[in-house]
């Protein structure tokens, strides 16, 4: 199988119901690519208030797990083990997971991923207010549940640049960027909030209510079949999008770029809460605070990068976001209040030309007949340096807060230079 080079006709997406049609605005001119235009596409503010409820979903999920695991069994190793577990299995599956998105659809997949991942959190939930949860069945359940993901964390990225014409990608990925940055704002505070008040298991049940909500936002919303070429086998398929993105030599230098900076970030996912409940004893919701912060500013810097016209200049924009990155490591290295907060800015200022200029290397240089199958590999091999991360940084932690986060910083600043080094200028 060859994956061409994209000579496709951009201007015919989705085809979607009059009452959310998220097909072109034959009105608009080709010149205005604006976000007033973008949000006048009919169908597309529910698609972005959906993806908006997902993503906070899993974010919220994310810092309750690690803080429920802190509280209930009081070891950051296991607290990095189960974020690496919620994680791990669905990048294994993702090749599968992106051929069925492209086979049958995104909305009624991430719908199925929505339910499975509602069903988990009230099981969690139930077996300990039964006090019959052990860190092994509470496991086994986060890694179960971890294997659907990829059916929403990639189906809403590809309905993205399928929903709309190809002049506002840019804007698109905006969105789709500041979409992630509102819900690293709601879902963290949310968390540590929460488990503050009502304890991890009911960070738990309202997190499954959320996912029960986003899937009554989806209904209405009819996807019909897209284009994607000869009929082959599924798992054939999985297999040959798996090896495409490796042996593709933009999407591989973007997951080594990527894994320079996830793997920093999975060491503060566990590295930050230990500090801020053993060091500063601010309590979860100061966690969640700090992580608002940084959600915050991601939205104004994903917005603002979406005004920009990339082409020509991804690997550039990369290379920005990847020096906040590194600056925002240092600053949470001092350990001071001050310095977390204005660690926590600059990481999320780092994340919105990162994303931006991401979002748009994979989408010029990809056919867009295989969206699905493409973005969830590639994004999963992206994510992958985060639950590495954390898994290591749980009995370093253990050991050593500031040795953690030492690793965090040469690691980041490593990365700065790796945009240029590894990812090809055309491609």
């Given at each position: 199988m060859t994956i061409e080079a994209d000579k496709t006709d951009l201007t015919t997406g989705l085809q979607i119901d009059p009452a959310t049609d998220l097909t072109r605005d034959s009105n608009s001119t080709t010149r205005d690519v604006g976000y007033r235009r973008l949000f006048?596409?009919?169908?597309?503010?529910?698609?972005?208030?959906?993806?908006?409820?997902?993503?906070?979903?899993?974010?919220?999920?994310?810092?309750?797990?690690?803080?429920?695991?802190?509280?209930?069994?009081?070891?950051?190793?296991?607290?990095?083990f189960a974020t690496f577990v919620?994680?791990?299995?669905?990048?294994?599956?993702?090749?599968?997971?992106?051929?069925?998105?492209?086979?049958?659809?995104?909305?009624?997949?991430?719908?199925?991923?929505?339910?499975?991942?509602?069903?988990?959190?009230?099981?969690?939930?139930?077996?300990?207010?039964?006090?019959?949860?052990?860190?092994?069945?509470?496991?086994?359940?986060v890694a179960l549940s971890s294997l659907t993901s990829p059916l929403t964390i990639s189906g809403t990225r590809t309905l993205f640049p399928r929903a709309v014409?190809?002049?506002?990608?840019?804007?698109?990925?905006?969105?789709?960027?500041?979409?992630?940055a509102l819900a690293m704002v709601v879902g963290p505070a949310l968390a540590g909030f929460l488990?503050?008040?009502?304890?991890?298991?009911?960070?738990?049940?309202?997190?499954?209510?959320?996912?029960?909500?986003?899937?009554?936002?989806?209904?209405?919303?009819?996807?019909?079949?897209?284009?994607?070429?000869?009929?082959?086998?599924?798992?054939?398929?999985?297999?040959?999008?798996?090896?495409?993105?490796?042996?593709h030599p933009t999407l591989r230098g973007v997951i080594v770029t990527l894994w320079t900076t996830n793997i920093p970030y999975g060491f503060l996912v566990v590295a930050l809460p230990v500090m801020i409940l053993r060091e500063f004893h601010w309590g979860a919701d100061g966690v969640g605070l700090l992580w608002a912060v940084a959600g915050v500013t991601t939205v104004v810097a994903g917005l603002?990068?979406?005004?920009?016209?990339?082409?020509?200049?991804?690997?550039?924009?990369?290379?920005?976001g990847m020096i906040f990155a590194a600056l925002a490591c240092v600053c949470i290295l001092l350990q001071s209040p001050v310095s977390l907060l204005a660690g926590m800015a600059l990481l999320g200022l780092a994340s919105g030309p990162i994303d931006i200029?991401?979002?748009?290397?994979?989408?010029?240089?990809?056919?867009?007949r295989w969206f699905g199958r493409i973005f969830a590999v590639s994004m999963s091999l992206n994510f992958a340096g985060m639950p590495v991360g954390s898994a290591l940084a749980g009995p370093v932690v253990e050991q050593s807060i500031?040795?953690?986060?030492?690793?965090?910083?040469?690691?980041?600043?490593?990365?700065?230079?790796?945009?240029?080094?590894?990812?090809p200028r055309d491609g």
């Open positions: 006048r596409l009919p169908g597309f503010p529910k698609l972005a208030a959906a993806t908006v409820l997902a993503r906070t979903g899993g974010q919220l999920w994310q810092v309750a797990l690690v803080l429920f695991v802190l509280q209930r069994f009081h070891s950051p190793a296991l607290a990095g919620a994680i791990v299995p669905g990048l294994v599956v993702s090749p599968l997971a992106g051929a069925l998105l492209d086979r049958y659809g995104c909305l009624r997949l991430i719908r199925v991923d929505l339910s499975v991942a509602a069903l988990a959190l009230v099981l969690l939930a139930a077996l300990s207010l039964a006090n019959a949860l052990t860190p092994a069945t509470m496991l086994v359940i014409p190809r002049e506002l990608w840019d804007r698109a990925n905006g969105v789709d960027s500041g979409s992630m488990v503050a008040w009502f304890g991890g298991e009911g960070a738990f049940l309202l997190t499954a209510a959320l996912f029960v909500i986003t899937c009554v936002v989806l209904f209405g919303i009819v996807e019909p079949p897209t284009e994607t070429g000869d009929r082959e086998p599924l798992l054939r398929a999985a297999w040959q999008s798996l090896v495409y993105v490796v042996r603002v990068a979406g005004r920009i016209n990339t082409e020509g200049r991804e690997r550039q924009i990369i290379v920005g200029g991401l979002f748009a290397l994979r989408q010029r240089r990809t056919d867009p500031p040795l953690a986060l030492l690793v965090a910083v040469v690691i980041s600043a490593i990365g700065c230079v790796v945009p240029l080094l590894v990812i």
